[in-house]
């Protein structure tokens, strides 16, 4: 998938995608989640996050109507 060699040549910490909704929005799930088998994953509507760090919370918001969007809010344990 060209999608996930990208995410990974950038060697981040926390990815944020957005527009990650369509019709084939369970078969894009999959494949990140085939690809990066020891991240955490919270999703909301069109929007995705990826984290190396474990997620201790997420919670979806509703975008202003009538945009039918989300605003994800993610904390991660972050260990220094």
Do not use: M, Y
């Not at 995705?48 to 979806?60: E, G, V, W």
């Not at 509703?62 to 904390?75: E, Q």
């Amino acid at each position: 998938n060209h999608i996930s060699q990208t995410l990974k040549t950038l060697n981040a910490a926390i990815i944020c995608l957005q527009e990650t909704r369509g019709p084939n929005e369970a078969n894009f799930r999959a494949a990140l989640r085939q690809e990066f088998p020891d991240w955490h994953f919270a999703f909301a509507g069109d929007v995705t996050t990826l984290s190396r760090f474990p997620l201790t919370k997420q919670q979806k918001h509703a975008a202003p109507k009538p945009s039918g969007r989300f605003i994800l809010d993610t904390i991660f344990q972050v260990n220094e």
